[in-house]
Structures are given as structure tokens and as C-alpha cells.
């Protein structure tokens, strides 16, 4: 784990693939900032009574491709730094799969562990009325991420319908079927890295269903993945959590233990395992490495001991740059984040499209549509690569995210 400011880190992937494009200096530097972040201090009741103060932020990093686009997370380490590198991951991402949407981020810096249900309903929803002024459906539209979920979606589209004396389920996606989700929305992330991994196989002409595979992270993401991965036949031999992680060289039951941990709250103790760190985990000698944690989970010393072939990154950020050097110079085939996670986004999209439509999709609709979504993205990362000669998987993606959000910038022209 290293303490890799995010936002430099950003800013240090930009420049790697502005040293590839032909954008002029001054262009490139407007795409290492956010436009503009908001921050806010909520006054929540707690239910003794007493006033409590949490820090929020919302950072919209770029818009010239579509209305603001990006989670919110709820964790005690969310930082202004976090949340505008987020943002900036959000807008190439939405560019690397080619979808109308700018990049956003929220956070608030909050252990909801240490919080009841009523008390996250007053902060989710003093949190939707400092953004109402800056959200809608065609300004910025926030999505789950760490610690925010179905329920936490359906609060602020209430409180902003609410508020704005409207019906808008279009302010927000990730809600429940019932309050205007899409289907296919929880798996949409472990499915795109699914698709990610099956299409990094092929390409490097290796069989998935013979590969092993390790995941750091059980949580929405991580555990679809894993889901999703042993479904194509692969063995998944280590998963972990943020309580360790258990390991087991014939494999485990990827749904086994996801209903293990919702049991008992943490994927360790599953029977008939192998305890393991998460450093163990990240250093095991298998083919695929998924890590679906949070960013920075691996610098350069540990990507040093990294013994997988494939990483496919189903976090945001988990990398550091110096990471992503020592694990190009050991020429280990990292799938960036902007492409693997990309379903989230991907599938927020389609929920905002039916929202807008007023008319819902079948899951078969939404799955196909992804998959085409991200198998085209993955063809033009490669494309980007080979035509360009660059180092990695992700040097071209920013190679490709970076001139879409450009081109629209140009071709829409500075203001005022
Ligand atoms: P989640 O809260 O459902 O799960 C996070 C998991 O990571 C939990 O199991 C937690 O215990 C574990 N974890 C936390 N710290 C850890 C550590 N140090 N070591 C090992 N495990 C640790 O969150 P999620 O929605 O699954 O998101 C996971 C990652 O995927 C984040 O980086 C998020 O930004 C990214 N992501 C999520 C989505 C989405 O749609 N949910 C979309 C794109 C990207």
C-alpha cells in the first residue's frame, strides 16, 4: 500500500500520454485539472440528539463531452485530492468507451460503519441538497462507489425530486429497479472486468479457462468479477477483504464465500482455507491478478514480487506510476481501469438513457449492449497501442480518452 497522492498520479498518466498526442501544452494542462470542486460541511443530526459535522466534496473535473458524470464514496480517508483524481479517471474513462458524459466525483469523509440507517439518510440527504444546485439530469449526474449503494441513490433522487417539486430519476443511477434502476447495474462492473480479462487472454492468445486467479476486494465489484471469471471456467484461488484473505490452490466458490461474507461481514474464515495478508494475496503466483480494493493497493516495491501474468484492474487507481513502470518493464499486461471498470459507467449510462426515455430494458438488452461496449474499447485500445508503439495497455488508453475529450474541447472552443 503506498501513500501516492492520486491526483499527481492522474496528472503524471496524462502527461505520460500527452507526450504521444498532438495537443498543444496549455490544452493538456486544462485536462489536468478539475473545473471546479465543491466543498461542504454537513450538519447531520445524530440520533442522541447532538449536531455532528462531516466534510464533503464533489469535484467535476470535465464537461465537454456530456453532463458530469461519477460515484460518491462514503470512507474515512475520501480526501479533495481523492475525489478530483477520481473525477479526472471518470472523464477518460467515459471517454475511452466513447459515451456522452463529462467526469465527476463525490466523497464524503465518513465511516458509516459508526453511523445507524436514519443517521446516513440525514447525511445522504443534506449531502443531495448542497449538490442540488450543481446536479440534474443534464448537468452531473452521481452513482454509487465505496460504501454507497442502491439505498443511498434512491435518498438523493428522492430528496432532489423533492426539492425541485419534480420527477427526475435521471439526477442519479445505481437505484433500485423499483425507483428507476437499470438492470444489470450491481454486476455491471465485475461484468466489464469479466469481459476485460477474457478479451486480454485472447489477445495474448492464452487460455482463461485454465488460468488461476486471485481477487483483492470482495465487495460489489470484486465479487462479480470473481462470479463472473469462474463462470468462463477460470479457478479462483484467493479472494480478500479488508480483514485478510483466505486461499485455497484447488479453488474456492466464488459465490460460496460472497455469501460467507454476507453472513459474517468479511470473507475470512471460509472453510477449509488458507489464511493470507493482502500482500500475500497481491504477490501470489498466479496467472490473473484482480485488484478491486481501493487505489495504491501496489507501488513499486511490491509490483517488484508481482508473479501474475495479467492484471486487470477493477479499482480505481490501485497502481501507482511507479508501479505501472516496473510492471511494463517485467512486461506483466496491465488492463487499465478506464476500460475494466468501465461497466459501472457504462451501464449508469444506459440507466440515465432508459430514465430519459421513460422506458426500461430487459438485462439480455443491457448486457449485450455492454458487451459490445467494452469488447469495441478494448479493440481500440489495441489498435492505439500497436499503431502508436506505446509502452502499455494504459498509456493507451489515455492516448485515445485524452484527444476524444480534446477534440470536443476544440471543437467546441474556449468560453468566454
Ligand atoms: P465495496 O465497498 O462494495 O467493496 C470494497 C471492498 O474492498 C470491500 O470488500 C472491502 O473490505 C475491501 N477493501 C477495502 N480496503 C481494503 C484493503 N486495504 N485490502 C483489501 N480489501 C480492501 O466497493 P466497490 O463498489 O466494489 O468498489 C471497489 C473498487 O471498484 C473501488 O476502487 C471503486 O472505485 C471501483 N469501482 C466501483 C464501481 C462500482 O460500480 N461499484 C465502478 C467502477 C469502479
Redesign the pocket.
Known sequence: ?SDANPFESLQEQVDDAGAYLDIDDDVLERLKHPERVLEVTLSVERDDGSLEQFEGFRSQFNGDRGPYKG?IRYHPNVSRDEVKALSGWMTYKCAVVDIPLGGAKGGIVVDPDELSAAELERLTRAYAAELRPLVGPDRDIPA????TGQREMNWFKDTYETLERTTAPGVITGKAISSGGSEGRVE??GRSTMFAAREAFDYLDRDLTEATVAV???????SVAARLIEELGATVVAV???SGGVYDPDGLDAHAVKSHKNETGTVTGYADTEELT?EELLTLDVDLLVP????NAIDADLAEAVEADVIVE???GPLTPAADDVLTGRDVLVVPDVLA?AG?VTVSYFEWVQNRQRFAWSEARVNDELESVITGAFDELVDAYKSNDLPNFRTAAYVVGIQRVADAYAEGGNWP
Not at 216 to 222: H, K, R, S
Not at 292 to 295: D, P
Request: charged share 10%; glycine share 18%.
Open positions: 500500500m460515484g454509487p462507489d465505496v460504501n455491471a462492473t483483492q476486494g470482495y465487495g460489489n465489484a470484486g480478500s477483504d479488508s493482502n478491486a480494493a481501493l487505489e477493477t479499482a480505481n471498470n459501472g
